[in-house]
């Protein structure tokens, strides 16, 4: 059987949510969801409903798009439009960080896309102003270049969509302007484009989301040239 959960079950005085856009389970099995509204929200299995665990004092009223959780048992989501939040369950605490203009030392932008955690415990963050790293033990952010082949394009190359890491430690960005390959070893990019004069160049450079499979070749979903397979070791 199916149970809906409609729009009052998502909806308080503050959050008006119309559709939740984020929905993750936490290491210790809790089922969470973010909406559109920005309301963070955790499942209550006695009650079979949601409750949400921030207000007005710590919403941004933007839609939570993607989480990770560390070690710590920090949650860190990535907001459209109200940059990054961390939230611990336990303490309740709620902490912001947007991007400052004329400021390096903050976030590129704060549409978030992607959030992903690496084996040394940083956290690296896709946004559609470009790819950023956030030390936890320090607390500082860092910028980081992609490289952009492609003459004609002076943005589009860094607009992130998605964010993906791979077996062999590289990140891999769907972007507006093609696949951007981020080694987190050498802190190097690699930019992919479509060209017509290759045929097997990428097959379009509007791209949305990557995955990998066990072989360590990537799908890739693109926005007008349909599905495409990629192998690196070609």
Known sequence: NFRRYDQPQLQTDYFKSIR?????????????????????????????????????????????????????????????????IRYHPETKEFTHFKAEANNSETLPDNFITGLVLDSSGLLWISTTGGLCSYNLQTNQFERHQLTNNNSKDTYRYRVIRSMTLSTDNKLYLSTYGGLQIFDLATRASKHLIHNDAEPNSLGHNSLFQVVENPDSTFWIASYGGGLIHYNSSI
């Open 20 to 84: 939740a856009w984020l929905i993750f389970e936490d290491l210790k099995k809790n089922l969470w969801i973010g909406t559109d509204a920005g309301a963070l929200m955790r499942y209550d299995e006695k009650l079979d409903r949601f409750q949400v665990v921030n207000d007005s004092s710590t919403s941004i009223k933007s839609i939570l798009f993607c989480q990770v959780e560390d070690t710590n048992g920090n949650f860190w989501i990535g907001s459209l439009g109200g940059g990054l």
